[in-house]
Nanobody
Framework: QVQLVESGGGLVQPGGSLRLSCEAS?????MGWYRRAPGTQTPGMRR????????????DYIDSVKGRFTISRDDAKNMVFLQMNKLKSEETAKYYC?????????WGQGTQVTVSS
């Protein structure tokens, strides 16, 4: 069973930075980060896709994070990272690592990011 384990969340002031890490138990073609804001934890509600990266070097971001967030990978270690700069209070959310490949989709348990002064 494929497992994804996130780390790196925490409390940061507005304008600050955090780096999230996700380690997969195996190599996965597409890896990315999603988030779900407080008050939207109802099962079935969609998470918001923040950034994704493929093993072929393709990356994509939602418009609101472009220029502030950077997704990167270390395929030798089956890891994906999300460097988040200039964080905003409205980006407080639980951030989830996502993996897609071979017709399967995997999720981590999530890591909380709280942006507050």
């Amino acid at each position: 069973q494929v497992q994804l384990v996130e780390s790196g969340g925490g409390l940061v002031q507005p304008g600050g930075s955090l780096r999230l890490s996700c380690e997969a138990s195996t190599s996965i073609f597409g890896m990315g980060w999603y988030r779900r804001a407080p008050g939207t934890q109802t099962p079935g509600m969609r998470r918001e896709r923040v950034a994704l990266s493929t093993s072929t070097g393709v990356t994509d971001y939602i418009d609101s994070v472009k220029g502030r967030f950077t997704i990167s990978r270390d395929d030798a270690k089956n890891m994906v990272f999300l460097q988040m700069n200039k964080l905003k209070s409205e980006e407080t959310a639980k951030y989830y690592c996502n993996g897609r490949g071979d017709g399967n989709e995997y999720w981590g348990q999530g890591t909380q990011v709280t942006v507050s002064s």
